[in-house]
């Protein structure tokens, strides 16, 4: 992942607000482009090729309106007083989830950015929220900001040992270039429940030895000139989320990296992958890599 082009989708909301202020200071650090857009909810809109950044047919004179609309927004509530940064507008109209990862892929993006919302055990057992539509159908990594997100300068790397991994690891290596972040490693072993304690600590076994010794052979240079620290690959066993969690809890990264694989029904989340789990559970900020 190489930081040319930064796009932030939002709306007039708290957490739009945040994605917009976070993708100011990583287009900042990274010298990317940025672009701001947001889409304007039209039910079973139809796509529309043509010219303007919209794809449903729209009069254009509602597409400078809201382009219009957007501008001011920015510039009287969301972007602080002398912050510099270049900033693009687009507008797209049509169902959000859709049109933003549309907005997205047709505009290049390295990294598209989201607010996203903390929500309770309870709020989380049906969800539909367009935060959870885009990361099943982008195509682009996603960069989910919860509220008080501040500077990404430690990611939370997931891997599960397997080659799709390595590409998590290579993208979260491109970020962290890209604004001078550091990194650290985590992989879970499964452990059974009521296996002994002395059992579970004879780590690393086969598939985590393989592991750090395939990020060290193959990247290990690139990582260790990283902010100028070397990444720590960290080794637990157990339940796969909650391991998770615990080294996110111990390790208090910025965000947290892992693959999330396109698809799947809105809704129930419990029945859902582990990636689905993490990204709605984490309590940091989550980038979320396609496979």
Not at 86 to 98: E, K, L
Request: proline residues 8%.
């Amino acid at each position: 992942m190489n930081l040319r082009h930064i796009v932030v989708a939002t709306d007039e909301s708290d957490a739009g607000r945040q994605a917009v202020r976070a993708g100011l200071r990583l287009a900042a650090r990274s010298t990317a482009r940025l672009t701001v857009m947001r889409t304007v909810p039209v039910p079973a809109a139809p796509v529309l090729a043509g010219p303007s950044m919209s794809t449903a047919p729209v009069e254009l004179d509602d597409d400078a309106v809201e382009l219009e609309r957007l501008k001011r927004w920015l510039e009287a509530d969301v972007i602080p007083p002398g912050d510099s940064t270049p900033v693009d507008v687009g507008v797209t109209f049509g169902i959000p989830a859709i049109e933003i990862c549309r907005f997205a892929e047709r505009q290049g993006a390295d990294l598209l950015i989201l607010g996203r919302k903390l929500r309770s055990r309870m709020t989380r057992l049906l969800l539909g929220d367009t935060a959870d539509a885009v990361a099943r159908r982008s195509r682009t990594p996603c960069l989910f900001v919860p509220p008080g997100s501040g500077e990404f300068q430690q990611l939370l790397v997931a891997l599960d040992g397997s080659e799709r991994g390595m590409t998590v690891l290579t993208a979260a290596c491109g970020f962290a270039r890209g604004v001078g972040a550091r990194l650290r490693i985590v992989t879970v072993e499964y452990g059974p429940d009521g296996e002994p304690a002395d059992l579970g600590s004879a780590l690393p076994v086969g598939r985590s030895s393989q592991l750090r010794a395939r990020v060290g052979a193959v990247l290990g240079r690139e990582l260790e000139a990283i902010a100028g620290a070397p990444t720590a690959v960290e080794i637990r066993r157990g339940a796969i989320v909650p391991q998770i969690l615990a080294e996110v809890e111990t390790s208090h990264p910025d965000a947290l990296v892992f693959g999330y694989h396109r698809g799947g029904p809105p809704g129930m989340i419990e029945a859902g992958s582990t990636a689905r789990h993490l990204a709605h559970t984490a309590p940091c900020a989550v980038l979320t890599i396609p496979l």
